[in-house]
C-alpha cells in the first residue's frame, strides 16, 4: 500500500537557520511527488512536483530534491514569513488516488 | 486565469443530516478531486471525478457520493452526517490528458462542524 511520512512534525528555527524537511514514501511506481505550502485555515498552496530520482527543483528560498525513496525540502535562511505546514504527497502508477503526509509544521522566529 | 473556488466556506450541521459541498474548478482544467482533512492532519483522498465520471476512491463509506458537471465544475454530497465528519473539505483541480498527470491545485475548503 502506498504510504507517505514525513519527519519531524515540528521544526523550529530562528530566522536564517537552513534546515531540511524529509518526506519518505512507499509507492508502487512514482507517478509523481509533490510539495504544498498549507497556512492554517487554507488550502494548500503548490510548490514543487517532482517525476523522477536525481531531479532538483527550486523557488526562492527552497529547493526540493528526490531519491527513489524520499524526498527533501530544504529551506535555506529562511523568514518568519515562511512559517506554515509543509505537506508532501505521492501519486503511485497504481491508479488515481494521491496519498498526502501528517505535514512538518514549520516556526520561524525573527 | 480563475483559480479553484468552493462553497460555503463554513458550514454548521447536526448529525443525521446531509450536506452539499459546492467546487468551481480551474479554467482549463477537466479533473476534480476531493479531500478530507482533519485538524494536524495530512488531506486524505476522498474520490476523483473526470469528464463526469468517478475514476478512483479512498476509504471512505458510500454516505459520501459526488457529481461532476458538463463545465468540470462538482458537488461533493454527504449524507447521514456523524460527528466524524466535522473536518476541512478540499476540493483540487487538475488536467489529465492520455494518462499524463499534471498537479493538483486546490481551493480555499470549506470548513464543516457537524454537532
Known amino acids: 500500500e502506498d504510504q507517505v511520512t514525513q519527519s519531524p512534525e515540528a521544526l523550529r528555527l530562528q530566522e536564517g537557520e537552513s534546515s531540511s524537511l524529509n518526506c519518505s514514501y512507499t509507492?508502487?511506481?512514482?507517478?509523481?511527488l509533490f510539495w504544498y505550502r498549507q497556512d492554517p485555515g487554507k488550502g494548500p498552496e503548490f510548490l514543487f512536483t517532482?517525476?523522477?530520482a536525481g531531479e532538483e527543483k527550486e523557488k526562492e528560498r527552497l529547493k526540493a530534491t528526490l531519491t527513489k525513496k524520499e524526498s527533501f525540502l530544504h529551506i535555506t535562511a529562511p523568514k518568519p514569513e515562511d512559517s506554515a505546514t509543509y505537506l508532501c504527497?505521492?501519486?503511485?502508477?497504481?491508479?488515481?488516488?494521491?496519498?498526502f503526509g501528517a505535514g512538518t509544521r514549520l516556526f520561524v522566529k525573527a | 486565469e480563475t483559480g479553484v473556488t468552493q462553497s460555503p466556506t463554513h458550514l454548521i450541521k447536526t448529525r443525521g443530516q446531509q450536506v452539499t459541498l459546492r467546487c468551481s474548478s480551474q479554467?482549463?482544467?477537466?479533473?476534480v478531486s476531493w479531500y478530507q482533512q482533519a485538524l494536524g492532519q495530512g488531506p486524505q483522498f476522498i474520490f476523483q471525478?473526470?469528464?463526469?465520471?468517478?475514476?478512483g476512491r479512498g476509504n471512505f463509506p458510500p454516505r459520501f457520493s459526488g457529481l461532476q458537471f458538463p463545465n468540470y465544475s462538482s458537488e461533493l454530497n454527504v449524507n447521514a452526517l456523524e460527528l466524524d465528519d466535522s473536518a476541512l473539505y478540499l476540493c483540487?483541480?487538475?488536467?489529465?490528458?492520455?494518462?499524463?498527470?499534471?498537479?493538483?491545485?486546490f481551493g480555499p475548503g470549506t470548513r464543516l462542524l457537524v454537532l
Open positions: 479554467s482549463g482544467h477537466n479533473t
Open positions: 517532482l517525476y523522477s
Open positions: 509507492v508502487s511506481g512514482l507517478r509523481g
Open positions: 504527497a505521492v501519486q503511485g502508477t497504481g491508479g488515481f488516488k494521491t496519498i
Open positions: 471525478y473526470y469528464r463526469e465520471e468517478e475514476n
Open positions: 483540487a483541480s487538475s488536467l489529465e490528458t492520455s494518462g499524463s498527470y499534471e498537479t493538483q491545485y
